[in-house]
T-cell receptor, first 109, second 108 residues
Framework: NAGVTQTPKFQVLKTGQSMTLQCAQD?????MYWYRQDPGMGLRLIYY???????DKGEVPNGYNVSRLNKREFSLRLESAAPSQTSVYFC????????FGQGTRLTVV | RKEVEQDPGPFNVPEGATVAFNCTYS??????FFWYRQDCRKEPKLLMS???SGNEDGRFTAQLNRASQYISLLIRDSKLSDSATYLC?????????FGTGTSLTVIP
């Protein structure tokens, strides 16, 4: 039972490069979320998807796009990475509680 | 104003001590409340949900005061393994809001 699987675990990008963070859950949850975590800021919501086919902006959506590919998968894309996007990214799926992926440590240089 | 506010600490306590964390939330329409634990460089994991009647799980007790809009977590007989960051989480509709976390270090 894998829960939430998030890839990659680490990534270094140059400013202006693009990348997609992948997330998949095997718990049949409707709701999936992308957060970023920065020191002193806590977890901040980037985007969420309440159900397959829907996505909504969270607190800090600028510079990101998402795709809810199907019920299992919810990806996060950085089209043109900036140093301000250096962070730890967590994907989560929620039902009565949240289950998190292991995180992606992204550095933009 | 932040949706959820926590004292960031750090709290440094000796083994066996009792320690309490508080958290306040701003939205009176908040529906569900949780405490999560996060170890260094790991993902958050559910410690316990918080109910209006209060709930206890071993050495951990969580309380919710809706009138004052605060949530508390009490840890009794602290263990070294309790060292972590404790996150207060509040659900409003489809959105979940996290506090910045309270850091706890239990000292031998």
């Amino acid at each position: 039972n894998a829960g939430v699987t998030q890839t990659p675990k680490f990534q270094v990008l140059k400013t202006g490069q693009s990348m997609t963070l992948q997330c998949a859950q095997d718990m049949n949850h409707n709701s999936m979320y992308w957060y970023r975590q920065d020191p002193g800021m806590g977890l901040r919501l980037i985007y969420y998807s309440a159900s397959e086919g829907t996505t909504d902006k969270g607190e800090v959506p600028n510079g990101y796009n998402v795709s809810r590919l199907n019920k299992r998968e919810f990806s996060l894309r950085l089209e043109s990475a900036a140093p301000s996007q250096t962070s730890v990214y967590f994907c989560a799926s929620w039902y009565t509680e949240a289950f998190f992926g292991q995180g992606t440590r992204l550095t933009v240089v | 104003r932040k949706e959820v506010e926590q004292d960031p600490g750090p709290f440094n306590v000796p083994e066996g001590a009792t320690v309490a964390f508080n958290c306040t939330y701003s939205n009176s329409a908040s529906q569900s409340f949780f405490w999560y634990r996060q170890d260094c460089r790991k993902e958050p994991k559910l410690l316990m949900s918080v109910y209006s009647s209060g709930n206890e799980d071993g050495r951990f007790t969580a309380q919710l005061n809706r009138a004052s809009q605060y949530i508390s977590l009490l840890i009794r007989d602290s263990k070294l393994s309790d060292s972590a960051t404790y996150l207060c989480v509040v659900r409003v509709g489809n959105q979940f809001y996290f506090g910045t976390g309270t850091s706890l270090t239990v000292i031998p």
